[in-house]
């Protein structure tokens, strides 16, 4: 996405220039994480949901492809590193406050669910009862974690 080698965010000190400028200002939480949402470039399915740092945001801008932050390892997470289930990005949104990212992706190879389907949202909530019930909204995996995952 960008050749520069460095990539500087604006300022977030006027309200009214973070929600109408044209100047990237992302507003990273009290952890200094943002949340991104991966979504299919072609077809708009909600592919995955995850947090970026300011260093996986910035190697997201300069390398085209996603780089996430594992909450759980404390690191960064280049997606598709181990599976080869890549994200190229097209195109990264903001909302009106920048405190929430909408990445438009091409995903590569089968998937981009740990637990082998092609989006992280494969299950949908069922009528309410005690406990709530899920169902699938996408029936078979993609392709077999085991093999894929190490």
Not at 21 to 44: C, H, M, R, Y
């Amino acid at each position: 996405m960008s050749s520069s080698t460095e990539i500087a965010f604006g300022s977030r000190d006027d309200r009214k220039a973070v929600e109408n400028g044209l100047t990237f200002s992302p507003k990273f939480d009290e952890d200094g994480l943002i949340v991104a949402v991966a979504q299919d470039a072609d077809t708009n399915e909600v592919l995955m949901v995850a947090y970026m740092n300011e260093e996986s945001l910035r190697q997201t801008l300069k390398i085209g492809e996603a780089v996430y932050f594992s909450r759980s390892r404390q690191q960064l997470w280049h997606k598709g590193a181990t599976s080869g289930h890549t994200q190229t990005v097209e195109k990264i949104l903001t909302d009106c406050d920048q405190d929430a990212l909408v990445l438009k992706v091409r995903q590569h190879g089968p998937g981009c669910c740990h637990a082998g389907y092609r989006s992280c949202f494969y299950r949908n909530i069922q009528e309410p009862g005690n406990p709530v019930a899920l169902g699938k909204e996408i029936a078979d995996q993609s392709y077999d974690p085991g093999k894929v995952y190490h």
